[in-house]
């Protein structure tokens, strides 16, 4: 597991939901979720049952808790059919997904925890790879339209952490 993010304290919750990314991928995206799940519990049940078929790397709980599930090297199933703008597909080829528990209703907040946490994560990840893209799974996710999350997630601090 990823813990090379020695400065942050991450729960360790593997998924079997994974496998092996295409040799000499370059990992240089992060895609943003929203659990629609509500509590890390249930989110580490969802993700440790083979039959839902759904994992990320990681999911920040609302107090800023970290949990990781797949190791950042292996392919975690967080994005589905999926397409980014440069036409490159099969996004969790080259991607880290990141989940935060939020219901995705546009009305539960993400709390300010969670934001510093995953601020925290962002810039250990960031400093492991060459990340050009921190989009949201609503951005890449085919056809579009068919993924919504995160609803009502400030984006616009995360293009300062790219320069």
């Not at 993010?5 to 079997?16: E, F, V």
């Not at 519990?41 to 839902?52: A, G, L, R, T, Y």
């Not at 989009?135 to 009502?152: F, L, N, Q, T, V």
Request: net charge negative; with cysteine.
């Amino acid at each position: 597991m990823p813990s090379d993010s020695s400065k942050l304290a991450i729960q360790q919750h593997p998924s079997p939901n994974c496998d092996e990314r295409p040799d000499d991928i370059v990992i240089d995206t992060v895609v943003l979720h929203a659990t629609v799940l509500n509590t890390l519990d249930e989110v580490i049940k969802h993700f440790s049952n083979p039959v839902s078929k759904v994992s990320a790397h990681y999911t920040i709980d609302r107090d800023g808790t970290i949990a990781a599930h797949v190791p950042e090297r292996g392919r975690a199933w967080h994005a589905g059919r999926s397409k980014v703008k440069d036409g490159r597909t099969n996004v969790n080829d080259f991607s880290i997904g990141i989940e935060l528990v939020n219901q995705n209703d546009g009305m539960d907040p993400f709390p300010e925890q969670q934001i510093e946490a995953m601020r925290g994560l962002l810039k250990s990840i960031l400093a492991r790879y060459p990340i050009k893209h921190i989009i949201p799974h609503y951005e890449c996710a085919e056809p579009p339209g068919r993924k919504s999350d995160p609803i009502a997630f400030d984006l616009a601090w995360i293009d300062g952490l790219l320069k």
